[in-house]
Structures are given as structure tokens and as C-alpha cells.
């Protein structure tokens, strides 16, 4: 769609034919400066002949500003591009090869990748299973529904689909709750990208637990940022009683999910649902929220009390579904929209509903991107196994980008940050990758490049390996080094901040201190951080502690809490709490990137109204 930028930036002219630009230019500077807000709507791309490629159609709304800020400067469209210029085969090829005399690095890391990867997949094939296998018989034979992922298979587009946080729920205070109780990620939907939220009601016979409702946020944060519509696949039991302190009472607790939903459709935002199972407390103000929702016979009901609280209640005896089954909802109450008989017919219907949300599926472009030059598979000896065994990080991108190609901004200069831009998959980006300390010219470079990529409106992947906090300055010219180089982060971090492009960060190693804010860690809002295996997450790196010989006193207080950092400091640790949006194997990165920059790309597609209150049901 658009993405903040300052005024200026509408001005310049941009590559392609000028003449029907200038109107617009100054259409736009006109209508800022009579502070007259404006919706500018989707580029409409159709091509006419080779001399002009493309044709923008622009309409105008009044404004309909809601929230805290009505009025909006205009924003930047983003810009056409030329299939002759999408990947130009004239960037500089990298040098991929690894140096003899890191050999023996590169097998190490290579063993330690190896065997974090086994431990990898033995967690995911556990999370596969949701709550066992004697919860998946009684759940599909006895209660005769469907297993979560067969629900999908039939909902979503034949194709893979990118699964956000498949091992949250591990080896909590509270204990495992496999995938948190429910299954979220993007896939699509008649060719359109959507946000998934499907309820596991074989985990914890399907009530929500706190990592639950973080992982159900975290799903509508992504669905909001890259304006993506939704779909709720609802079988839940409510929320877990003895847990309701740390999921009900908070800003950020499980209310916040129904207030994202009509935040959501006030932006226009479709959101669909199907209930497809119990549906209890909470958990029915989800489908009766979204614009659309689907009840399904016999299995689906929807009630905020269910059966035995209205028998303790009033001694009353009745059934499920005379309380709030499926019929009941078609036709009395009209909370549900339209009657599935199978769960077979409710997933069609739900597909037949978004084909009429007039939401444009991005095209397909005849797109034949060179792949890198340098094996995918070799990312595994490039993972490092802590920071003293970290490779120069452009034997990393020669294996990502396109044909190994990469045109390097400022290549001299600030060399512990490697920056300049490549294609993956077609996708031109803007790419930020650690190459050891954060110093004070590196900073600047970054903050330098991470302006421009948000001037010209290019996405930004950022590539995550920062170097453990380096110890206090021991004199007055290291501490008017170290003062200089905080400037220098400063002034990055604000650039990462305040730049108004898709974003997306990889963690290829450490991730430590002030240095993992600059390079767009969490806290930095990315739109989607990833983490490889080997990753390491911590405010200071539990390796480069001293360790205590003695085990009395302060020694044995030191290396408990080594111990501590130490453990949770790992990728998997960190990915069961939700800190990142998954793991992701080395040789699989280039994939999960080309991915997300398409589905980032869909809201260019996307006509925006926005509506100052949302759909209100009957």
C-alpha cells in the first residue's frame, strides 16, 4: 500500500515517465499544506505499451481520521518497477568461498548446527502431536471433529504455508503447552495471504493459557502491520481458571484480543470464523466479533456459559445444543452467518467468503530469479557456534541473495556493518548485517543506510550477530570512545525506529545488549524476527562470564547465575516464550524471507478505507 515518509520525499522525481507525476506532486503539496486530510487509495497497475509501462489511478476520500491522529501528511506510494530493472544482473558477484584457514571453524560450527537442528526437530515433531496421541483419538473418534492441521489442509491453498512460533508453550513454569494451545501463521486463501488462528483442542482440552493469548496478539499484530485479513478457526473451552491473574486482568491479557477485533475492522480489515467446536466464555465473543462467522452441526456451539454452569445455577438439565448449538445460532440468535452440516462444507464456505472481501491476491509475476551461486546448505558452518567462531558475514549473503550479487553502500568504511542492497527471490532489499563490534563509524554508516532504504521505500532485512557488551572504558580516551560510539548507536537506533518500511530480522548469532536494539531487535517492532538454531539471546552472553573456581560464597552465587543465563539464553528458550516468531533452519532462510517480503507485498494491493467505528452485528 504506502508507508510514512516526509514530504520532501513526494517531491523528487522518480524513475519512468514524469509527466503524469507532476499533477500529483502537486496535488499533494497543496492538500498538505491545507492540512486537509487525505486517503490515498491503491495503485492500480495496468500495462499499456512498453514506453509506458504502468498507469496509477488515483481517488479521493474525505477524511476519516480516527484515533489519536486524524490528520496525516500524504504518504508515498510505492513506486513502479520495471520487470527490466527488478534484478539487474550487473551487482558485484560476492566471493563465497570459506578461506582455507577457517576450516577448522567452519567445522565446528558445523557439529554444533548439526546438533542443535536434531534437537529442533524432535521438538517439533513433539508439538506436531498437540496433546498426544490419546487426545487426538478422543478428540477425532469420540467427539468426531477434525485434527487441527487437517483443518487446515482444507482451508488453506495447496502450497506451504509460514507457521509463526510452533514451539511456544515448551517447558513453562506452568508446564508444556504444546504450540500454546493453538495454531497461527499465514497461508492463502484463493491466492490471498491471510492470518491464521486455529484452536488445538487436543492441548489442555482446549482452554486458553497465557502464552495462548500472546501467541493469538502477536497473530493480530502481524495481521494489523502488513494489513492482512483474518480467519479463526474457534474450539476452545475459555480461559484456564487456576491461571486467570496472568490472562485476564491486563492491557496486554486476553481481552485485548476482542478490542484488536474491532480495531481491526474499523481498518478495514476482514476478519471470518468458524466454529467448529465448543466455543465458552471468552472464546464466543470471537466469531460473534468478526464480520462473518460459520457454525458447524453437532459439533460447533457457542455459549458464554455452558451446560453444567446453567445446571448449578438453576438445576436446570440441558443439552449442548439446545443451549447453543448450531441451529439455534442460524436461526434465532443470529450469531452465526451461515449453517455448515460437515466441517467439509463450513471450510468451503469460508474459502467462497473470501473471494467476496474484494481483497486483490498479489499477482504472479514471471519472475525467474538466479539462484545464489554457493550452496544453502553450507549456511550450517556458517552458524557460529558462539562469537569467537562468527565468519565474515558476506560468505552469509552469498548464499541468500540472488546469483550471490550485492551492491555494497560504503564498503570501507565502518566495516564491522556490512551494508547494501541484493534480491531474494526478486525482491530487492536493503540489507543490514553485523560484521562484528558496533563501532562508532559503523553506527553512522547504518544510521546512513537505513534512511535511505526508508527514502526510497525498500524493505530492510536485518541480519543479527552482535557482539557481547565489551567491558568499561579502563581510561579518559576510551571513555570519550565509548561516549562517541553511544552517540553514533543513538542516532541508528532512531533511523531503525523511525524508518517506515517492512522490516525483518534474522538472529544468525548473538543477540546481546543495546547492540540487539540497533540492529531491529523485538522491542524494535520488525515485522517478522526469526532465529536460527544456534541463536543466543540474552543482555550479556553467559560464555564471556569469569568462572569461579571456588564454590563458596560470591563464586557459587556467579556460577548459578551463569548457569541461569546459560540456559535461558537459547534460541529454544527464547521461542517458547515468544520472543521471536519461530526458528528457522539456516539453509531455509532464503525461502522464509522470499515469503515474507510477498506477503508484505499484498497490502500494495489493497484499497484502504478506513471506518471510524467497525462492523456492529445486528
Given at each position: 500500500m504506502w508507508s510514512p515518509a516526509p514530504l520532501c520525499a513526494l517531491g523528487r522525481r522518480r524513475p519512468g515517465p514524469s509527466a503524469p507525476l507532476q499533477p500529483l506532486t502537486r496535488l499533494l503539496q497543496r492538500e498538505y499544506r491545507e492540512k486537509t486530510p487525505i486517503i490515498l487509495l491503491q495503485n492500480e497497475y495496468r500495462e499499456k505499451t512498453p514506453s509506458r509501462l504502468f498507469q496509477r489511478e488515483y481517488r479521493e476520500l474525505p477524511g476519516q481520521g480516527w484515533g489519536s491522529t486524524p490528520h496525516l501528511p500524504p504518504r508515498r506510494f510505492v513506486s513502479y518497477k520495471p520487470k527490466s530493472r527488478r534484478n539487474p544482473k550487473t551487482f558485484p558477484v560476492l566471493d563465497g568461498r570459506v578461506p582455507s584457514v577457517y576450516q577448522h571453524v567452519f567445522e565446528?560450527?558445523?557439529?554444533?548446527?548439526?546438533?542443535v537442528i536434531k534437537r529442533y526437530s524432535e521438538l517439533l515433531e513433539r508439538v506436531k502431536k498437540g496433546g498426544g496421541e490419546n487426545a487426538i483419538v478422543r478428540?477425532?473418534?469420540?467427539?468426531?471433529?477434525?485434527?487441527?492441521?487437517?483443518?487446515?489442509?482444507?482451508?488453506?491453498?495447496?502450497?506451504?504455508?509460514?507457521?509463526l512460533s510452533p514451539l511456544a508453550g515448551l517447558e513453562l513454569p506452568y508446564g508444556d503447552v504444546p504450540a500454546a494451545g493453538c495454531l497461527t501463521g499465514i497461508g492463502r486463501i484463493c491466492g490471498v495471504w491471510c492470518v491464521f488462528i486455529a484452536s488445538d483442542a487436543t492441548v489442555k482440552g482446549g482452554t486458553i493459557y497465557p502464552i495462548g493469548v500472546k501467541k493469538q496478539l502477536r497473530a493480530q499484530e502481524i495481521a494489523m502491520e502488513n494489513r492482512l485479513l483474518s480467519v479463526h478457526l474457534v474450539d476452545s473451552g475459555g480461559a484456564f481458571l487456576p491461571l486467570q491473574s496472568e490472562l485476564f486482568p491486563d492491557k496486554l491479557h486476553g481481552g485485548r484480543v476482542f478490542y484488536n477485533e474491532a480495531i481491526m475492522s474499523a481498518m478495514g480489515l476482514p476478519q471470518v470464523a468458524v466454529v467448529c467446536g465448543s466455543c465458552v466464555a471468552g472464546g464466543a465473543y470471537v466469531p460473534t466479533m468478526a464480520e462473518e462467522s460459520i457454525i458447524i452441526d453437532k459439533i460447533g456451539t457457542l455459549f458464554l456459559a455452558g451446560p453444567p454452569l446453567v445446571k448449578a445455577a438453576t438445576g436446570e438439565d440441558v443439552s449442548p445444543e439446545d443451549l447453543g448449538g448450531a441451529r439455534l445460532h442460524s436461526q434465532v440468535s443470529g450469531c452465526s452467518d451461515h449453517f455448515a452440516a460437515s466441517e467439509e462444507e463450513a471450510y468451503e464456505c469460508i474459502r467462497n467468503v473470501v473471494c467476496t472481501l474484494n481483497c486483490v491476491p498479489v499477482p504472479e509475476e514471471d519472475r525467474e530469479p538466479d539462484s545464489p551461486l554457493y550452496s544453502p546448505e553450507e549456511l550450517l558452518g556458517l552458524a557460529p557456534l558462539d562469537y569467537s567462531c562468527t565468519l565474515p558475514v558476506k560468505l552469509i549473503l552469498s548464499r541468500l541473495v540472488d546469483g550471490s550479487r550485492f551492491q555494497e553502500f560504503k564498503a570501507p568504511y565502518g566495516t564491522t556493518l556490512v551494508t547494501g542492497f541484493g534480491h531474494v527471490e526478486g525482491h530487492l532489499v536493503?540489507?543490514?548485517?553485523?560484521?562484528g563490534e558496533l563501532a562508532q563509524d559503523a553506527a553512522l554508516k547504518g544510521s546512513h543506510f537505513v534512511q535511505l532504504c526508508g527514502q526510497r521505500g525498500i524493505p530492510i532485512l536485518f541480519l543479527q550477530n552482535t557482539a557481547p557488551q565489551p567491558a568499561g572504558p579502563a581510561s579518559i580516551s576510551q571513555a570519550e570512545a565509548h561516549s562517541n560510539r553511544l552517540k553514533a548507536q543513538a542516532s541508528m537506533m532512531a533511523a531503525v525506529a523511525c524508518a517506515a518500511v517492512p522490516k525483518i530480522t534474522i538472529v544468525i548469532g548473538g543477540c546481546f545488549g543495546s547492540d540487539s536494539y540497533v540492529m531491529c531487535g523485538r522491542?524494535?517492532?520488525?515485522?517478522?524476527?526469526?532465529l536460527w538454531p544456534n541463536a543466543r539471546v540474552a543482555l550479556v552472553d553467559s560464555r564471556h562470564l569469569p568462572t569461579a573456581g571456588d564454590c563458596t560464597g560470591e563464586e557459587l552465587e556467579l556460577n548459578q547465575l551463569k548457569a541461569k543465563l546459560e540456559e535461558e539464553s537459547s534460541a529454544f528458550y527464547s521461542s517458547s516464550r515468544l520472543w521471536d516468531d519461530g526458528i528457522i533452519l539456516p539453509q531455509d532462510t532464503r525461502k522464509v524471507i522470499a515469503q515474507c517480503l510477498e506477503i508484505m507485498e499484498q497490502k500494495k494491493y489493497q484499497t484502504v478505507f478506513s471506518h471510524p467505528h467497525p462492523i456492529i452485528r445486528m
Open positions: 565446528g560450527n558445523l557439529r554444533n548446527s548439526e546438533a478428540h477425532t473418534q469420540r467427539n468426531k471433529k477434525l485434527f487441527v492441521r487437517e483443518r487446515l489442509r482444507l482451508l488453506l491453498d495447496p502450497g506451504h504455508f509460514l507457521e536493503g540489507i543490514v548485517a553485523s560484521n522491542s524494535f517492532s520488525p515485522n517478522f524476527l526469526f
